[in-house]
Each structure stands twice: as C-alpha cells, then as structure tokens.
C-alpha cells in the first residue's frame, strides 16, 4: 500500500493550495483519511480528518479555510486551503486507516509535501 501526496508550493499570503492524496495497491477497505502537518521545531498536528461515510473534523486553526473532501472510487483525499497563512507554512503529510485483509489494518503514511506561505 502507497499513498502519493502532491499539490504542494510556494504561495503568497491569502493564497489557495490544494493537495491531493492517492492510496493505491491491494487496499480491502479504506476507513478514515486525514492530513497532518509539522511545522520546524514543532510536532506533528491534525489538521483535517475525514471519514469514510463523510464526517469531517478541523484543527481550530484552520476551520473556515480548509476543507477535506474524498473520493472513494478513486482512494483519494484532497485538502483545498484557501486564505493561507504564513503560520500554514509546513510539511503536510495524508494518513489513512487501510486494512489489506479482514484481520490486518493499520495507519499508512504519505510522503509529505511541502507548503510554504509567504507573508
């Protein structure tokens, strides 16, 4: 199981962004999708969770600006960001909950991408 994250880059303050997030490989079922970021010298945050039926849940700091979505024919997730901050300057990673068999699921990680807001 793979996920291939793109969609990040550099873009001014009150800019738009949009990443994407494909799963590919022998997925049985895919469950919960989400994106975390990590700023330097920080930790890892949520910033955005979607489940497979469709609920959504936000970091604070970002409610109102970004917004999850998925694809579940496409094993995909898209986090659209608009009014970009400089404090969204970050390394955002996609996650998934994949179980492969009835018995076997676990967390599988993206590659992280890099979004750099400039003031």
């Known amino acids: 199981v793979q996920l291939q994250a793109s969609g990040g880059g550099l873009v001014q303050a009150g800019g738009s962004l949009r990443l994407s997030c494909a799963a590919s490989?022998?997925?049985?079922?895919?469950?919960?999708m989400g994106w975390y970021r990590q700023a330097p010298g920080k930790q890892r945050e949520l910033v955005a969770a979607?489940?497979?039926?469709?609920?959504?849940n936000y970091a604070d700091s970002v409610k109102g600006r970004f917004t999850i979505s998925r694809d579940n024919y496409k094993k995909t997730t898209y986090l659209q960001m608009n009014s970009l901050k400089p404090e969204d300057t970050a390394v955002y990673y996609c996650?998934?909950?994949?179980?492969?068999?009835?018995?076997?699921?676990?967390?599988?990680w993206g590659q992280g991408t890099q979004v750099t807001v400039s003031s």
């Open positions: 996650n998934a909950d994949i179980a492969i068999t009835p018995w076997r699921r676990s967390d599988y």
């Open positions: 490989g022998s997925i049985l079922r895919l469950y919960d």
């Open positions: 979607i489940t497979s039926g469709g609920s959504t």
